[in-house]
């Protein structure tokens, strides 16, 4: 039942109460991201711990970093260990410490925006803190979100955390280096995510040995371009 303290008078504007609804309160916030960012690429990044996400971000920007201005907002529960990877090879890249939350949410973002220099990037990326459960939950105003699975975790996880891979454009196969070596099925694996989310694409790289990179460089800078191209034709 709705409290009496929630009803509008006539004429008045009916407001969502979103102290009720976190997520829709959350949804307000990424919508007014949306808008803020409307010029560049926005990527939300996840997927469990220790699946290489900022190592993928170091070896993306080495190979991009002459063809574009690429930016990289990452959340921890704790520490700036990522974010000073990520400098070290001349990224430029802001810590989010989100306090032991185990996921980013968009005010963090907002918050996050007034103390990073946009000016000129086409790509924001948004390291997710990592968990395939609760960042899946929360819109972080991106235009996409990829999801990344490595061989080490078990080619199973599509199924056991759905909605993750059902709210992903890509999902990236990570560490392939270590295929010979785990008891991991590419085919298995993206069959359960297909199941889940038919049009999801899919690309296996490793950051290791190089596998799969240019590739997923390629699917960013295609992304960019029809981001540039859609706010071309809205401004
Ligand atoms: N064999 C192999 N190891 C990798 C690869 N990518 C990353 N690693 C290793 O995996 C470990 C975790 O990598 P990170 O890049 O820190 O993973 P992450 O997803 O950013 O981790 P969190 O931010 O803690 O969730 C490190 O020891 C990396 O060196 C890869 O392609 N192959
Ligand atoms: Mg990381």
């Not at 196969?173 to 889940?196: E, G, H, M, W």
């Not at 989310?197 to 390629?218: H, K, R």
């Given at each position: 039942?709705?409290?009496?303290?929630?009803?509008?008078?006539?004429?008045?504007?009916?407001?969502d109460?979103?102290?009720?609804?976190?997520?829709?309160?959350?949804?307000?916030?990424?919508?007014?991201?949306?808008?803020?960012?409307?010029?560049l690429?926005?990527?939300?990044?996840?997927?469990?711990?220790?699946?290489?996400?900022?190592?993928?971000?170091?070896?993306?920007?080495?190979?991009?970093?002459?063809?574009?201005?690429?930016?990289?907002?990452?959340?921890?529960?704790?520490?700036?260990?990522?974010?000073i990877r990520?400098?070290?090879?001349?990224?430029?890249?802001?810590?989010?410490?989100?306090?032991?939350?185990?996921?980013?949410?968009?005010?963090?973002?907002?918050?996050?925006?007034d103390?990073?220099?946009?000016?000129?990037?086409?790509?924001l990326?948004?390291?997710?803190?990592?968990?395939?459960?609760?960042?899946?939950a929360?819109?972080?105003?991106?235009?996409f979100?990829?999801?990344?699975?490595?061989?080490?975790?078990?080619?199973?996880?599509p199924?056991?955390?759905?909605?993750?891979?059902?709210?992903?454009?890509?999902?990236?196969?990570?560490?392939?280096?270590?295929?010979?070596?785990?008891?991991?099925s590419?085919?298995?694996?993206?069959?359960d995510?297909?199941d889940?989310?038919?049009d999801?694409?899919?690309?296996?790289?490793?950051?290791?040995?190089?596998?799969g990179?240019?590739?997923?460089?390629?699917?960013?800078?295609?992304?960019?371009?029809e981001k540039?191209?859609?706010?071309?034709r809205?401004?």
């Amino acid at each position: 039942m709705t409290p009496k303290s929630n009803y509008a008078p006539v004429g008045s504007v009916w407001c969502d109460n979103t102290t009720m609804n976190l997520l829709k309160a959350n949804d307000y916030v990424a919508k007014i991201i949306r808008e803020k960012l409307k010029d560049l690429l926005v990527i939300n990044l996840c997927s469990s711990p220790g699946s290489g996400k900022t190592t993928l971000m170091q070896e993306t920007s080495k190979l991009l970093n002459e063809k574009l201005n690429m930016a990289v907002l990452v959340g921890d529960p704790e520490t700036e260990r990522d974010a000073i990877r990520m400098k070290q090879v001349g990224i430029n890249a802001l810590q989010i410490v989100t306090g032991g939350m185990c996921h980013i949410e968009a005010q963090m973002i907002l918050q996050a925006l007034d103390h990073i220099n946009l000016d000129g990037v086409d790509v924001l990326i948004i390291e997710n803190v990592g968990n395939l459960v609760c960042p899946a939950a929360f819109d972080l105003g991106e235009d996409f979100r990829v999801t990344m699975i490595s061989s080490t975790e078990g080619d199973d996880k599509p199924k056991k955390y759905p909605r993750m891979f059902l709210t992903s454009e890509l999902m990236l196969v990570s560490k392939a280096d270590l295929l010979p070596y785990v008891p991991f099925s590419i085919n298995a694996v993206t069959q359960d995510a297909r199941d889940i989310n038919a049009d999801l694409e899919v690309i296996t790289i490793s950051s290791l040995n190089g596998v799969g990179l240019l590739q997923w460089c390629a699917w960013l800078e295609r992304k960019i371009i029809e981001k540039k191209q859609k706010s071309f034709r809205i401004n």
